[in-house]
């Protein structure tokens, strides 16, 4: 499957046909225009075509979909497997990563509604899931981390004044041995509108972003060819002329060595922007069972199961969350404070578990001990653990127009004490919807309507496989 996203020239022919001596001589101009990739906003921008008619299991379009696989970090793909992992490290560091990422989400929200000006990081890097690629022509192969927290794109880029060691993983991408790349400039990127970008002289697009683990990248906006691999590497797609922050100045300050970030957020230097589809979904599997995963593109994305609504007004994904219900002999509402519902609930790719806002995550684990007389206790950061309990409470989110039920396997998980604890923690304000809650179930994101898909499935198919 081939997908070519090309600039395009604009030819204005005009004729001139001039008379002299009863004798006419034909003239013709040519003006070639060159197409920026992000020409600037209209106050109005064009609306998204409208939905087209879909099987339920995959849309069909004028655009062509692809696919592109996504490797957990506990399968030997991976480049971070590691099979003598300390599973308790490996949790303790996944809850901090989903906790600051969620103190990221407020701050970014505080300076949205224009409260304060202050310069924000971005949030930490998960090295949960990976997407496996290549970049330049001939094609660099390496690995980067799809966050639907972020939106740019950005690789380590070598020649470089600094980059951080990522040999482990995949060579720095060498932009001098590719023939596609090209450096964007001011002219033809619209260098503006976003924090992290501002236009040198010399008319350079450069970028700048610092994480909360003081990781920082630096560079210039160019373009280049990117292709993505599914179905066990055999099938391949490459896309032209993608926009992408070239790094040149680096700090890794997690010592995980990602080669870099595949954004999949809202804001226009986005990949799912770039190639304004208005459809994606993933689907992941049970790391311990399979560590597996997909994400579909374009007309290739399986919107599955009912729907509820997604506010995009900043560069994330909010859920319109109602309530919480836990189901046991019979269904218990969660008295949730106000602020939970202020806050919001964003869902997100990069946190491996939800985090709740204090008083709701309260208010959840108050409710939960009400309805079993089994003892709870505390172990680490799991605040809700029992070592015997004779069934475990299903746990719904009552989104707007959809109750989404948790699965178990998603909702507790074994401690490294043997206890069962819950598998969702604590954050000082917004609510994050986070991948462990999203194992084995098909997410579809609807952009044109502004719609999120979620639909509890068997297994995770690839592109040739049907729904379960």
């Given amino acids: 499957m081939q997908l070519v996203m090309a600039s395009l020239n604009l030819f204005t022919v005009v004729m001139l046909v001039l008379s002299s001596l009863n004798s006419i001589f034909p003239s013709i101009f040519c003006l070639g225009l060159i197409n920026s990739s992000f020409p600037p906003p209209s106050p109005s921008p064009s609306p998204l075509p409208s939905s087209p008619s879909a099987s339920p299991s995959l849309l069909k379009d004028d655009d062509i979909g692809f696919v592109a696989r996504l490797i957990h970090r506990t399968s030997p793909q991976s480049p971070f497997y590691n099979p003598l992992a300390n599973q308790e490290d490996l949790m303790a560091k996944d809850i901090h990563i989903s906790q600051q990422r969620s103190v990221y989400f407020s701050q970014l929200t505080t300076i949205t509604k224009g409260e304060t000006n202050m310069m924000v990081r971005a949030p930490m890097m998960s090295d949960n899931f990976l997407m496996k690629f290549s970049i330049g022509t001939p094609p660099q192969q390496t690995f980067a981390v799809p966050d639907t927290g972020s939106s740019l794109i950005w690789m380590q880029c070598s020649p ?35 924090k992290y970008l501002t236009c040198l002289e010399k008319s350079i697009c450069q970028y700048s972003l610092s994480y909360v683990d003081k990781s920082m990248s630096t560079g210039f906006i160019a373009e280049e060819s990117f292709t993505f691999e599914a179905n066990d590497f055999t099938e391949r797609t490459t896309l032209e002329n993608i926009d992408f922050g070239c790094g040149t100045r680096n700090i890794d300050g997690s010592g995980l060595g990602i080669p870099g970030i595949i954004g999949l957020g809202n804001d226009r230097v986005s990949l799912i922007r770039q190639l304004n589809y208005p459809y994606f979904s993933y689907c992941v599997t049970d790391e311990l069972i399979d560590p597996r995963g997909w994400i579909h593109f374009g007309s290739a994305a399986r919107l599955l199961g009912r729907s509820t609504p997604i506010t995009t007004h900043t560069s994330f994904y909010y859920l319109s969350i109602e309530g919480i219900t836990v189901r046991g002999e019979e269904d218990e509402e969660v008295n949730l404070p106000k602020e ?47 070592e015997k309990i004779s069934d475990v409470p299903e746990i719904v989110f009552k989104f707007k127009d959809l109750d989404f039920r948790l699965n178990d396997e998603n909702t507790w998980l074994r401690a490294p004490n043997g206890f069962i604890c819950l598998a969702m923690f604590r954050a000082n304000e917004t609510s994050i919807f986070g991948m462990y809650q999203q194992r084995r179930v098909n997410v579809g994101f609807n952009l044109r309507r502004e719609k999120l898909t979620l639909k509890n499935v068997n297994s995770c198919p690839d592109d040739d496989d049907d729904e379960d």
């Fill in 160 to 194: 470089c004044d600094k980059c951080y060691n990522q040999n482990r993983i995949a060579p720095i991408y060498n932009r001098e041995k590719s023939s596609t790349f090209r450096q964007q400039l001011c002219v033809n990127f619209y260098c503006g509108g976003l």
């Fill in 340 to 386: 939970f519902f202020d806050y919001g609930f964003v869902i997100d790719s990069g946190s491996t578990y939800t985090a709740l806002y204090n008083g709701a995550f309260d208010a959840l684990i108050e409710k939960v001990k009400s309805m079993y007389d089994d003892e709870a206790e505390k172990f680490g950061d799991y605040e809700l653990c029992y």
